[in-house]
């Protein structure tokens, strides 16, 4: 019933390509970081969602009409939210590391 209605459908399409660009973000990121020594320490992650987030997107996609919809989904969101936590932490400790490396030097 909600889809039928303009807020509804609008909603579903924001959240589909929200859920889309989020998805596959690990391949997109580890394409123009790959050649920075300090992140290589990061690839065992990002190869690790860059499968699982792709595949939780697909079996959505899949299950969209099931009984376990809202399952998949749940899961897809969890995978995402911590993906980017690792990735905000590992930003905020290659940054911490950085500034530590430049005091000792100086």
Do not use: C
């Amino acid at each position: 019933m909600q889809l039928h209605s303009a807020g509804g459908m609008t909603d579903s399409i924001v959240a589909s390509i929200a859920f889309l660009v989020l998805a596959f973000t690990p391949q997109m990121l580890w394409g123009r970081i790959r050649a920075l020594p300090e992140w290589m320490a990061f690839k065992p992650t990002i190869m690790i969602f860059g499968v699982a987030l792709p595949t939780s997107y697909i079996a959505l996609s899949l299950l969209s009409n099931s009984p376990i919809e809202g399952l998949v989904e749940r899961i897809l969101a969890t995978a995402i939210s911590l993906w980017l936590a690792l990735l905000a932490a590992y930003v905020v400790r290659t940054y911490q590391q950085g500034q530590h490396s430049s005091r000792s030097a100086a």
